[in-house]
């Protein structure tokens, strides 16, 4: 098993930038790609990135794309979400996950993730 907690989230004007981290225990981090997803009221929960075991590959969906990155230290058990030109609509919960799959169409998907963090609150004000 693997323990998930996030760390990073606040408060900011649009235009700002957040970085959240994730910090994980438990099972070999490295056996594990990763996902940052967010959830805000009333809408489904939907990935904003995701880094593969070793860290070579990441993907974005478009409304996040060239703005997000996301990044991972195997060597710490870490996974970090810089998040640059915040925008209100980004505002939500938070939330890094752990998956033991190693194909990114799997990955791309929250049916795809084992483990789950609490989360963490991130509002950007107008």
């Known amino acids: 098993q693997v323990q998930l907690v996030e760390s990073g989230g606040g408060l900011v004007q649009a235009g700002g930038s957040l970085r959240l981290s994730c910090g994980a225990s438990g099972d070999t981090f490295s056996n594990y790609a990763m996902g940052w997803f967010r959830q805000a009221p009333g809408k489904e929960r939907e990935l904003v990135g995701a880094?593969?075991?070793?860290?070579?590959?990441?993907r974005y969906p478009d409304s996040v794309n060239g703005r997000f990155t996301i990044s991972r230290d195997n060597a710490k058990n870490t996974v970090a979400l810089q998040m640059n030109s915040l925008k209100p609509e980004d505002t939500a919960v938070y939330y890094c996950?752990?998956?033991?799959?190693?194909?990114?169409?799997?990955?791309?998907?929250?049916?795809?993730?084992?483990?789950w963090g609490q989360g963490t609150q991130v509002t950007v004000s107008s």
């Open positions: 996950a752990a998956s033991r799959s190693t194909f990114m169409t799997t990955i791309m998907d929250n049916t795809g993730y084992n483990y």
């Open positions: 880094v593969t075991r070793g860290g070579a590959s990441t």
